[in-house]
């Protein structure tokens, strides 16, 4: 299995503003994904984040809004950029860990922002 | 168009009652599927995947890929088996699309 953590686990934020996640999976993965969680809803892909490499974004998710790092096989980052109150969400990293029949995915524990 | 599809926001069973949770997908490939579980206060983790045909805490679910369906099954519902559940599908890459998940709650 796999631990992979996540900050902030919450945070309230002003209209307007951008806030990084933080993510670090406690072993080298190759994949890493973030997801959207919005209230009452299902998971949403935004992104594959790639290490060395830009990240490949969902259709109606983009680069500007939400920039997304990866430096190294164990940690990633997520901005959520000049953010409104659409943007109130549970943010997920996940980590795909195995191959074949052994394949998941492993998620954090999610970041809840809230946009006022 | 890839999707999953959870018709049941809510099922409610009394405890020792069947439960079958409904996923249908839509996938021009070979499907891939699986179920995560997200219990009150935990994380979400996987349950089960079709490629492995195993048998969870007493849950099961066959790929059926003429009805295009995933359908999780318990004979026998237990209190702690009280959680959302999320229906997934690998699109490739190990990306994974996920239904919108049905709330199980089993009462006493």
């Known amino acids: 299995s796999a631990v992979i953590s996540q900050k902030p686990s919450r945070d309230i934020c002003q209209r307007g503003t951008s806030l990084t996640i933080q993510c670090q999976v406690d072993?080298?993965?190759?994949?890493m994904f973030w997801y959207r969680q919005q209230p009452g809803q299902s998971l949403t892909l935004i992104a594959t984040?790639?290490?060395?490499?830009?990240?490949?974004?969902e259709s109606g998710f983009v680069i500007d809004k939400f920039p997304i790092s990866r430096p190294n096989l164990t940690f990633s980052t997520l901005t959520v950029s000049n953010m409104s109150p659409e943007d109130s969400s549970i943010y997920l990293c996940?980590?795909?860990f195995g191959t074949g029949d052994t394949g998941e995915l492993f998620f954090g524990e999610g970041s809840r922002l809230t946009v006022l | 168009a890839q999707r999953v599809t959870q018709p049941e926001k809510l099922l409610s069973v009394f405890k020792g009652a069947p439960v079958e949770l409904k996923c249908n997908y839509s996938?021009?490939?070979?499907?891939?599927l699986f179920w995560y579980v997200q219990y009150s206060r935990q994380r979400l983790q996987l349950l089960l995947r079709?490629?492995s045909r195993e048998s969870i805490k007493g849950f099961t679910a066959d790929l059926n890929k003429g009805e295009t369906s995933f359908h999780l099954k318990k004979p026998f519902a237990q209190e702690e088996d009280s959680a959302m559940y999320y229906c997934?599908?690998?699109?490739?890459?190990?990306?994974?699309?996920f239904g919108a998940g049905t709330r199980l709650f089993v009462k006493a």
């Open positions: 996938y021009s490939g070979s499907p891939e």
């Open positions: 984040a790639n290490q060395g490499s830009e990240a490949t974004y």
């Open positions: 996940s980590a795909h």
């Open positions: 072993s080298q993965v190759t994949m």
């Open positions: 079709h490629i």
């Open positions: 997934a599908l690998n699109t490739g890459g190990f990306k994974t699309i």
